[in-house]
T-cell receptor
Framework: NAGVTQTPKFQVLKTGQSMTLQCAQD?????MSWYRQDPGMGLRLIHY???????DQGEVPNGYNVSRSTTEDFPLRLLSAAPSQTSVYFC???????????FGDGTRLSIL | GENVEQHPSTLSVQEGDSAVIKCTYS??????FPWYKQELGKRPQLIID?????GEKKDQRIAVTLNKTAKHFSLHITETQPEDSAVYFC????????????FGSGTQLTVLP
């Protein structure tokens, strides 16, 4: 039981490049979320999903897309990377609403 | 939407002393309040949580108290140890909210030997 697995752990991109951050969980959790963490600003919600085929925007969705084709996977796509997207990205999952969230190890992303 | 404020942003205590971190929330319908600990370079990990039908919960040296009327909740760590040094985040959510948790901005706790 691996929990929440994120890949890659580190990535450096050039402005304008696109990439996908992967997130997979093996706990059969329905709810999954993506957060970004910047110094002094806590964890901010980018996008979330309450089940396969259902996604919605969080508080900072601009510049990111998500999809949820299976219960296990919830990839985050950066469409055209910008320096303002330099951050640590965490994926999290929970069985349902109002339950503890389990976090992955994070992806540290730098945009030059 | 929900807004969670967390204070203080930094806290230094002597080893063996107690530490208290406070959070306030805005949505009176919120009913689930977890606390996460994040060590440097690591993932946030749940350390304790409380639901609105309970006023206090303890787990060894850690306790959380909830005041629904005032809409605030606090984390109490007793007999602090150097390994308690980390960033602590409070969060709030309510049943039926697909957005799940709203996090506070975090408290950097440093336990001085």
């Amino acid at each position: 039981n691996a929990g929440v697995t994120q890949t890659p752990k580190f990535q450096v991109l050039k402005t304008g490049q696109s990439m996908t951050l992967q997130c997979a969980q093996d706990m059969n959790h329905e709810y999954m979320s993506w957060y970004r963490q910047d110094p002094g600003m806590g964890l901010r919600l980018i996008h979330y999903s309450v089940g396969a085929g259902i996604t919605d925007q969080g508080e900072v969705p601009n510049g990111y897309n998500v999809s949820r084709s299976t219960t296990e996977d919830f990839p985050l796509r950066l469409l055209s990377a910008a320096p303002s997207q330099t951050s640590v990205y965490f994926c999290a999952s929970s069985y349902r609403d109002n339950q503890p969230q389990h976090f992955g190890d994070g992806t540290r992303l730098s945009i030059l | 939407g929900e807004n969670v404020e967390q204070h203080p942003s930094t806290l230094s205590v002597q080893e063996g002393d107690s530490a208290v971190i406070k959070c306030t929330y805005s949505d009176s319908a919120s009913n689930y309040f977890p606390w996460y600990k994040q060590e440097l370079g690591k993932r946030p990990q749940l350390i304790i949580d409380i639901r609105s039908n309970v006023g206090e919960k303890k787990d060894q040296r850690i306790a959380v108290t909830l005041n629904k009327t005032a809409k605030h909740f606090s984390l109490h760590i007793t007999e602090t140890q150097p390994e308690d040094s980390a960033v602590y985040f409070c969060a709030a959510s309510r049943a039926g909210s697909a957005r799940q948790l709203t996090f506070g901005s975090g408290t950097q706790l440093t336990v001085l030997p």
